[in-house]
């Protein structure tokens, strides 16, 4: 192993060993009481190291967000159904809503260090919520099911409003109550209405 490729396995290494550390602590903790010295102390690593890698707190939360999303864009793109391919569109919305509002509801407290409430520094103006890539994919994703089940409906508009429950205080706060399974009954009633078998 060249001297180039250790260190790009060291990175590596130490990227999952700090995102690891940080899902360990918000498991205890509200992410507003976790600081950098303890996440690096419990990674392994130095605090320059975590500094480096994801800039501040909010990097690192939104970071760890972003995997959690690819995991489920991934289950999308090459899983096998009813979130991969293979099942009809309705089944298909329906099991990726429910897995929305599982990551959603799992992450509540890692959502809300991403919200209002985040350094507006942090997050700059291209980086609104309808630029994020994660966003595009889910909006992407369900404005596409809804198309191929009904074509007559603006799949675009229906799509931002789904995902738009997901962002709003009421609902964040109902998760927070353990609320996931209302959210997820709803959203189903909602879908099912507009796309019947």
């Known amino acids: 192993m060249t001297e180039s490729e250790r260190l790009r396995a060291d990175a590596v290494r130490n990227r999952t060993a700090i ?8 498991t205890r903790h509200h992410p507003q009481q976790i600081s950098m010295e303890q996440v690096a102390a419990a990674a392994g690593v130095g605090k320059g190291t ?4 994801f800039g501040s707190r909010y990097g ?3 970071a760890l967000m972003q995997e959690r999303a690819q995991d489920l864009e ?3 793109t090459t899983g096998p159904p009813p979130l991969g391919q293979g099942a009809p569109p309705r089944v298909r919305l329906l099991a990726f809503l429910t897995a929305v509002v599982e990551l959603v509801a799992r992450n509540k407290g890692l959502l809300a260090a991403l919200g209002p409430a985040a350094p507006v520094t942090a997050a700059p103006e291209q980086d609104r919520r309808e630029a994020h890539p994660v966003y595009r994919f889910w ?3 369900i404005s596409q ?3 191929q089940q009904r074509p007559d409906l603006d799949a675009d508009m229906l799509a931002h409003v ?10 964040l706060n109902a998760l927070e109550r353990g609320d996931g399974n209302r959210l997820d009954r709803t959203l189903r009633d909602l879908v099912t209405g507009l796309m019947p078998e």
């Not at 789904?162 to 609902?171: N, Q």
């Open 162 to 171: 789904l995902l738009a429950t997901l962002h709003s205080e009421p609902i």
């Open 19 to 26: 995102l690891r550390a940080t899902e360990d602590l918000l």
């Open 139 to 141: 909006h992407g994703h």
């Open 60 to 62: 690192l939360m939104r």
């Open 50 to 53: 975590v500094f480096h890698r």
């Open 74 to 76: 991934v289950a999308i």
């Open 145 to 147: 099911l809804v198309h």
